[in-house]
């Protein structure tokens, strides 16, 4: 690029998202189970210039590896935060939408099949706790019902 550009900072907005940045750890279960079959990582960090949260994933999902590549941004006019997953389950790129409300996240899918809802609370010792729900009619052999826990590492 010739001259001295200087791109524009990124939106305020988006330091709201601040406290993802780090590896967690989780564990979970179905809904309604006992039985602790869901176990993952999760990465988070700043695309350089800082417009972008990228989610590294890798779960293990009752015996099914899920390995995704989620990138965050922020849409001003809704003040949401619009994100594309790519990951080995779906042949398509899914659209998500994050919602933060303080200490409380949401995060919907809805592009067919995938059509769920993942709502989740953050603890003040950086524990937080989650669960992910079909929408009303969605298929639940595909949005299975889950809850998982976890903390950040050190």
């Known amino acids: 690029m010739p001259g001295n550009h200087t791109p524009p900072p990124p939106p305020p907005a988006l330091r709201r998202l601040d406290r993802l940045a780090g590896t967690c750890t989780m564990a979970g279960n179905p809904a309604g189970s006992d039985h602790n079959n869901i176990t993952g990582q999760t990465t988070f ?3 350089p210039g800082g417009f972008f949260l990228q989610q590294r994933a890798r779960i293990d999902f009752a015996g099914q590896q899920i390995d995704a590549l989620e990138l965050i941004g922020h849409d001003p006019q809704t003040d949401t935060f619009p994100s594309t997953v790519f990951s080995g389950f779906s042949p398509a790129p899914l659209r998500c939408r994050w919602y933060d409300h303080g200490d409380n996240v949401t995060i919907t899918v809805a592009c067919a099949p995938p059509d769920a809802a993942f709502t989740g609370s953050w603890r003040q010792d950086g524990t937080f706790s989650a669960g992910r729900r079909p ?18 590492l050190q």
């Open 45 to 47: 960090r700043w695309l």
């Open 135 to 152: 929408n009303p009619g969605a298929n639940q052999t595909v949005n299975i019902p889950h809850d998982i826990s976890g903390h950040r």
